[in-house]
């Protein structure tokens, strides 16, 4: 009886490295978004997950950070090429829905739209709206996002990034013509886009390099068969390749990609993305 209790202390033990281990490494890989006060803390810290604490007698709501985002020439690559003069948009980094343990990480980004301004299919003077009534203005649905590492290749090195997609997979990024309104074609974008984002800190400093304003970046590469040229295509270096989808009249094109820079600002707010949070 005593041999068959130690073995099942052992178990315990192994079981339990096992856990710390595997809540180690992924401590070590997520990135969040920290900031000045965390809602709960009131300190430097992640932004606060929802349930996080309780606060008047009711659980606190995920904490967000709104901010504005601002670029100049965007455009749409693939079998159909459209240009837009410049971007600019609204969103809100937010924490976590406090859901299992993933739930827990500030690495969402909620309530994102972009409107695009002067825009024309590439080589034409063909104008692509969202309604003719604003021509050449493309006005996105909303867009969610989660940090994440992501590569260029499969099985290649990985940054901190943040991948982009509809919140409503149906809807997908945006729906607009292009051309008058007798005669035009219908696009619709959707799929997934890694950008990359900038500044990144390695891990929790305290705050010493909180900032209101940052980058984004959409940028391409030599192409991948099936993938096209979106500089980052692979979540943690694994299949599948996640890129850009455009439809034109209903039928679905070869792989599309973005090419843009914006700049991030938080207003009175401020931001680190820290590439190894305490998540």
Known sequence: MRRIQT???CLV????????TT???FAAEDPEYYTAKNTCSKKYGHLAYAGECIINEKPVKAQTISYTEK????NLEGALKIECASNEGKGKLSGGTGVGEKGKQAKLTTKLKITYKGCHETGKTTECTKSFSTPGTIITENIKGTLVRASETEGGATIVANELE???????F?????????????VKVKGKIIIEVSPLIATPDGG????????TFNREKAAIAGCGKQKLLYVNGL???HFLQVEENGKALEPSWNVAENLIDFKTKKVETVEKGEF
């Open 13 to 20: 033990a192994v079981f339990a490295i096992g856990a710390m």
């Open 23 to 25: 809540a180690s490494a």
């Open 174 to 186: 945006a729906t607009f013509k292009c051309g008058t309104s007798t005669n035009f074609l219908t």
């Open 239 to 241: 299949k599948p390749c």
């Open 71 to 74: 670029g100049g020439p965007a």
């Open 7 to 9: 073995m099942g202390l």
């Open 166 to 172: 509809a919140e409503k997979e149906a809807k997908g």
């Open 208 to 215: 010493t390099a909180l900032s209101n304003a940052g980058e």
